[in-house]
């Protein structure tokens, strides 16, 4: 939990940051919030498929797809980042 914890942390001061720059018109935003979401989408998976000695899951299933559950949020930004037209 607490690696979850420290990961969510860091996943809400970056995407507050990515926020920051498109609004701030920053050039490198985008690039920059597709790799975000792109290692936010990895440690959710990672939590969510890796096995433990046993072979079960190391986190119960529920558990694992709530830490999927931010990343629809982030490929829909990603999403509408890219669509967006950039600023003049």
Do not use: H, N, Y
């Amino acid at each position: 939990m607490v690696v979850s914890s420290v990961i969510g942390a860091l996943g809400v001061l970056a995407w507050l940051t990515a926020a920051w720059a498109v609004r701030a018109g920053k050039r490198w935003a985008r690039p920059v919030a597709t790799a975000m979401f792109v290692l936010g989408a990895s440690a959710g998976l990672a939590g969510l498929l890796t096995r433990d000695t046993s072979g079960a899951t190391g986190l119960p299933p529920e558990l694992g797809w709530a830490g999927m559950t931010p990343c629809l949020a982030g490929v829909l930004a990603v999403i509408s980042l890219w669509r967006r037209r950039r600023p003049t």
